[in-house]
């Protein structure tokens, strides 16, 4: 006769302190999903429950429960049971909407958080088939759902889907703003050169979204035209008034060839860690707080002064950290001309900074080989699950004005002759 050894549950005197606590914190997110399910269902029996068939009968009544299922989430994996509810006669008469779960969707198996660290684990160099071991550290020993046939099966629908995404039309699309950057992560392509380039924009209604993720030679003018021109054939008729990035790429010539009417704004962050580079350690806070003050400046004459104060200090001792600022002085001061409610998002490429701030590297790449689809498939749904999150721009409402010619100066209106 074939033995069954069962696991022991070991009492709280022979966990860890670590693993207590873990208990505890599951067996809360347990109860507290199980409830928010059942109020759920309770409130859509409420709605409808004076609403009754020819026979004097409740159109909508509760039937139990549905088989057990298993959640993942970032505490491994919780088994939560969904009320059944039987609405066969409301859908019927067409009397009203069939009952589904916005908590718990009829085939969610894990929360999209999840899904995030595959494309971030990925990015930071783990391989496929390491992926199970990974997760499994992260999520616990009894995580299911997360398997490297399964990653691989996830990977080729983000893929088709990434596909579809960069070949969208986009001739209703107008963008104020666009925050552009070229990532390097720990995934090696090919070619060590290749980056990732990514666009990321602001439409007529503030709302920030991802506009492009596409590869390129060391950021190279020729790859950010490649991409431009992509937007063109997808439809985009205008050109952003305002594109926000680093002074080392090759985009801003291709800017200019593409959609010359579009204005230019270095980033404030990357142009200070360039400035503070070429200094001594010893004068860094110092000349950090004379840069902060230029670009907190009410008034751009009040940041061209201290600009002046800056290049007077330093310009016999630190002549190239002079010379680093000022060859981009009209470009790092172009925000101005913007509403000031805008000045926040506008002076950095802090957008695109934050999402990929955790798998992102600008050194040489260390493991595997990747492939190139495979990255940017990653690079875009990583982006894209974080996309949920970004909040409209601060003042969005004075966009409209900018595209109408409004006129900012010093980030105020300017008030008609």
């Not at 609403?51 to 429960?65: I, S």
């Not at 090696?188 to 990321?200: G, H, P, Q, S, T």
């Not at 110092?286 to 400046?297: C, I, N, R, T, V």
Request: charged residues 30%.
């Amino acid at each position: 006769m074939r033995e069954v050894i069962e696991e022991k549950e070991r009492s709280p005197e022979e966990q860890a302190p670590g693993e207590v606590l873990e208990a505890i914190l599951k067996q809360g997110a347990q109860a507290l999903l199980q409830r928010a399910i059942e109020n759920e269902v309770q409130e859509f029996l409420e709605r409808y429950r004076d609403v009754k068939a020819a026979d004097g009968l409740r159109m909508v009544v509760r039937n139990g429960f549905m088989p057990e299922r298993s959640v993942l989430t970032g505490l491994g994996p919780i088994a939560v049971r969904q009320p059944r509810v039987d609405d066969r006669k409301l859908r019927k008469e067409k009397k009203g909407e069939a009952f589904s779960s916005r908590i718990l969707p009829r085939y969610l198996r894990r929360i999209p958080s999840i899904d995030n660290l595959v494309p971030a684990l990925y990015l930071k160099g783990i391989s496929t088939g390491d992926f199970s071991a990974a997760l499994e550290a992260i999520l616990g020993e009894r995580a299911p759902g997360l398997s490297a046939t399964n990653v691989v099966r996830l990977k080729k629908i983000w893929e088709e889907q990434y596909q579809d995404w960069a070949r969208r039309d986009l001739s209703d699309k107008e963008y104020v703003y666009f925050w552009v950057d070229g990532i390097y992560f720990n995934v090696r392509l090919a070619d060590e050169r290749v980056c990732v380039l990514v666009i990321m924009g602001a439409d007529h209604a503030g709302n920030k979204e991802l506009v492009a993720v596409s590869d390129g030679f060391r950021e190279s003018k020729l790859s950010w035209k490649e991409i431009l021109l992509n937007l063109v054939r997808q439809g985009m008729k205008k050109a952003p008034m305002l594109a926000i990035g680093d002074g080392g790429l090759g985009f801003w010539a291709a800017l200019q060839e593409v959609f010359p009417e579009a204005r230019d704004q270095r980033c404030w962050v990357h142009k200070t860690a360039n400035v503070l580079d070429k200094l001594p350690k010893s004068l860094h806070d110092k000349a950090k707080g004379a840069l902060h003050e230029m670009y907190g400046a009410a008034t751009k004459q009040e940041a061209l002064k201290a600009l002046d104060q800056f290049v007077g200090l330093y310009k016999d001792k630190y002549p190239k950290a002079v010379d680093c600022l000022r060859k981009d002085k009209e470009s790092l001061f172009t925000f101005y001309d913007f509403p000031a409610a805008h000045w926040i998002h506008i002076r950095t490429i802090n957008p695109i900074e934050s999402t990929f701030a955790t798998v992102r590297l600008r050194t040489k790449r260390t493991k595997g080989c990747g492939s190139r689809i495979a990255t940017l498939t990653m690079v875009y749904k990583l982006a894209k699950e974080t996309e949920k999150t970004w909040k409209k721009l601060k003042g969005y409402r004075q966009i409209l004005l900018l595209l109408q010619g409004t006129i900012f100066v010093d980030g105020e209106m300017k008030e008609a002759a």
